[in-house]
């Protein structure tokens, strides 16, 4: 069984590099180019959520189709903003109760899944001053996307708000720590937020990094702030919108 294995293995490794050396010779493509057909980039093909999240997702586009038209904010993200409905509705209700806003948080999507839906009808007939953006924690589980894959999805995100919305400011949001203390998986959000801030162009988009407040002095994550160490609670979307707030107005007003 070993060896048939090995077998296997060496066969499977030199077709890839037949198929590698194929696509060089017929299409005079770079080594990157090639490595991008071969092993694509996930985080940017658009794919639409085909698990437990099908209901909110096909909510997500309804709610914009029944209620197009001029918005303060809109929320683009995972779990943690479709969370501004459940464990933050009453931080939302004092921060954004007095403004248009509305939220097309999806619990679970990537990357991928918001490029879908925008590719579907997500912001259509949408005019917002103000998008806010927090996505990608998803997409650093294990080994599903490395660094530059999530930061490659991360602008692609932007960048589609950024041609579908040209009048809109965008506040993208670095991706929030996660996990009870330090870990390789925090390690690589890091490195992603690093590269992330380099989009900020002090004109469309800016860039906000609030991880520091989410964090105690030894680096955990308090419960009492996220119990399960991802999703904040009503104590953790309070700092979070107070961290916002004063680049709001400023965006809002400008």
């Known amino acids: 069984m070993n060896s048939f294995r090995t077998g296997l293995v060496t066969a499977l490794v030199a077709t890839c590099c037949i198929l590698q050396l194929n696509l060089s010779a017929q299409t005079n493509l770079s080594d990157s180019a ?32 029944a209620a197009p038209g001029d918005y303060d904010l809109e929320f683009i993200g995972d779990s943690i903003t479709q969370g501004w409905e459940s464990a933050g509705k009453n931080v939302w209700s004092d921060y954004y109760g007095h403004r248009k806003a509305i939220n097309l948080g999806v619990g679970g999507d990537r990357t991928q899944h918001v490029l879908w839906r925008f590719e579907h009808g997500q912001l259509d007939g949408l005019r917002a001053k103000v998008a806010i953006v927090l996505i990608g924690t998803n997409n650093s589980n294990n080994h599903d996307n490395t660094e530059a894959e999530i930061l490659a999805g991360v602008t692609a995100v932007v960048r589609q708000i950024r041609a579908s919305q040209p009048d809109a400011k965008i506040l993208l949001l670095a991706i929030f720590p996660r996990g009870t203390n330090f870990s390789t998986q925090r390690g ?43 999703h904040p609670n009503d ?19 400008q």
């Open 34 to 65: 090639v490595s991008q057909l071969v092993n694509p980039n996930s985080a940017i093909i658009p794919v639409p959520r085909s698990d437990w999240a099908v209901p909110r997702q096909n909510e997500m586009l309804a709610r914009v189709k």
């Open 235 to 253: 104590a953790g979307y309070r700092i979070w919108a107070a961290a916002m707030e004063p680049l709001l107005k400023e965006l809002l007003a």
């Open 188 to 230: 690589k959000i890091l490195q992603v937020n690093e590269a992330l801030a380099r989009l900020s162009d002090g004109q469309h988009i800016f860039y906000l990094d609030i991880g520091s407040q989410l964090i105690g002095n030894d680096g955990a994550i308090s419960p009492a702030i996220m119990p399960d160490a991802l």
